[in-house]
RNA sequence: GGCGACGUGGCCAAGUGGUAAGGCAGGAGUCUGCAAAACUCUCAUCAUGGGUUCAAUUCCCAUCGUCGCCUCCA
């Protein structure tokens, strides 16, 4: 079974093929640290780091890295209003958006690389792009020129023309053509600037995208990334530099995530309309996010509301159904049914594979690990002790793990509380022995407020900590 | 104005030219002292109007609506 990927630069499900065999470069554009990342960055974060362990359950070998815009416009001005370093004002956000993926159990990247760490080759290759008539030189600024590339507009699907139409920016006079863009900006008094052929200065957003694969994966890389917001004009721009340096095709797959709505208007730092990971997290497991994004489909939108998110919970809980224990008591199932228990497993992992081969598919993916989760569930009801559940529940935690669930119950057991509610629990073992439902209810309501939950079958009672 | 995506049950959301996965919520049961959990059963004809076809939710056209991009943005 191949794996196929919905490719923006192609507009269909191409089959998956590396470069190199077995290896998979990928770079994914990460955030420019000004603000607290939000739910739209988690979103982003969570689509390309379940691509990537998908791929390396594959059996891919995959070198991903994620950029940090660490010098713009935005970060000065917060600086400036703030009255406090630019670098340190980026460091400080790019410790707080680690922390973010670190709680989204998002695989740290292979390398994370920053523009201001990769100066001398982005210099170089805006020198390149000069030297071959691709940019021009403007009073200290570099521009790229558009009409240079004949293939410009071919990853949006724009041309030259329609897109002058209907802009209502103003276009600097000095621009050879309107959509030109900067791959230098000169200094202005105060601000941060390295030297350079042209004066001192900064680059432009687009460029140190370009230099920093350049640097980090090469001239040819497999899989690009981002939110589908950044297709025109950053991404357009970064196949413009590179490829009119390399002349070689730059990414082959080009996938790109949709964006996260707030109130049917896209959350956005520029807008305002943003809840912070930070907050989100305060609130819900990291799992109940990662959950929410696998539910739906990569390339569409996803809108933030309380309700989906109760549901998201709820299906949460679900799935932690599946890695209970056996029932007190239980005998065990029998030969034939343990047969059937362990084919459902395994058919539950072909349709995972199947699913996610198909452009991730995480939706449908969920759908098997949910029939999974109800087998393994009629098991124990059936019956089923540890070792056989375990059997079962193994598929689970593959598939579950390849998805980025931790499904971790609350870590407080093991601690020293454990042996006295296992002492309230035996106490009101007695109680209800003598009927005093009055008291064992009381214990089981006040447990509850604390964490606890008990949860009484004819057997026996078993207790747990509430997620 | 240009480019693109989308509109599936109360909510979220897959999917296919031959009468629609999964989750949440709801209803009815089993179990239970009760509760909870789990299990069983149940719950849609796919925005609207045309067209193509033996057959369309799935293809084409139109209409309405929503969203994204065209300016910094994951």
Redesign the pocket.
């Known amino acids: 079974m191949a794996l196929r990927i919905y490719n923006t630069l192609t507009?269909k499900k191409d089959e998956f093929t590396t470069i190199e065999p077995g290896k998979v470069r990928m770079y994914?554009?990460?955030?420019?640290v000004y603000a607290d990342a939000?739910?739209?960055?988690a979103?982003?974060?969570l689509v390309f780091d379940i691509a990537r362990r998908y791929l390396e359950y594959k059996g891919y070998d995959v070198r991903y890295v994620m950029n940090f815009?660490d010098v713009?416009?935005?970060i000065i001005n917060k600086a400036n209003e703030l009255g406090v370093d630019p670098f340190g004002l980026a460091d400080q956000y790019i410790a707080g958006y680690k922390r973010n993926l670190e709680a989204l159990n998002i695989e740290p990247a292979t390398v994370n690389p920053r523009a201001t760490n990769d100066m001398p080759q982005i210099i170089e290759m805006i020198q390149k792009l000069i030297d071959n008539e691709s940019a021009y030189v403007v009073d200290g600024d570099v521009y790229y020129s558009v009409e240079a590339d004949p293939d410009y507009g071919k990853l949006?699907?724009?041309?030259l023309e329609?897109?002058n139409?209907?802009?209502?920016?103003q276009v600097d006079e000095r621009k050879e053509h309107?959509?030109d863009?900067a791959l230098w900006k000169s200094a202005k008094p105060g601000e941060p600037a390295w030297d350079s052929p042209w004066g001192k200065g900064r680059p432009g957003?687009h460029i140190e995208c370009s230099a920093m694969n350049m640097v980090h994966l090469g001239e040819q890389i497999d899989i690009h990334?981002?939110?589908?917001?950044?297709?025109?004009?950053?991404h357009e721009n970064e196949i413009a530099q590179t490829e009119s340096i390399t002349h070689k095709p730059f990414a082959r797959f080009w996938m790109?995530?949709?964006?996260?709505?707030l109130k049917?208007?896209?959350?956005?730092?520029?807008?305002g309309n943003m809840v912070t990971i930070d907050q989100f997290l305060r609130e819900h497991p990291g799992d109940v996010m990662r959950l929410?994004v696998l539910?739906?489909?990569y390339?569409?939108?996803?809108?933030y509301?309380e309700?989906?998110i109760?549901?998201?919970t709820?299906?949460y809980?679900?799935l932690l159904?599946a890695k209970?224990g056996a029932l007190p008591g239980v005998t065990g199932l029998s030969a034939s049914e343990m047969t059937k228990l362990e084919e459902a497993a395994n058919s539950t992992r072909q349709a995972f594979v199947e699913?996610m081969d198909?452009?991730f598919?995480t939706?449908?993916a969920?759908?098997a690990?949910?029939?999974l989760?109800?087998v393994?569930?009629?098991a124990?009801?059936d019956g089923a002790n540890d070792a056989q559940l375990g059997i079962a529940q193994t598929v689970f935690n593959e598939l579950t793990n390849t998805l980025g669930l931790t499904l971790e119950e609350e870590a407080t057991s093991g601690t020293s509380a454990d042996a006295f509610i296992d002492l309230l629990v035996a106490l009101r073992r007695d109680l209800?022995a003598e009927?005093n439902?009055?008291m064992?209810?009381k214990i089981?309501d006040e447990l509850k407020v604390l964490g606890v939950?008990?949860?009484?079958?004819?057997d026996g009672t078993t207790w747990s900590w509430e997620n």
């Not at 939000?38 to 960055?41: I, M, V």
């Not at 949006?156 to 041309?159: I, L, M, N, P, Q």
Request: net charge positive; aromatic share 6%.
């Open positions: 507009r994914v554009c990460g955030p420019t939000h739910l739209g960055h979103m982003s974060a815009t713009d416009d935005k949006s699907g724009r041309s329609t897109m139409a209907g802009s209502r920016i309107p959509m863009f957003w990334g981002g939110g589908n917001d950044l297709i025109f004009p950053h790109h995530n949709g964006m996260m709505g049917d208007e896209k959350m956005s730092k520029s807008v929410w539910n739906g489909s390339r569409s939108p996803l809108t509301n309700a989906v109760e549901q998201t709820q299906g809980k679900r159904s209970k699913a198909d452009d598919n939706s449908l969920m759908a690990i949910y029939e989760v109800k393994i569930n009629q124990r009801t209800r009927k439902w009055a064992s209810d089981r939950i008990l949860e009484d079958s004819k």
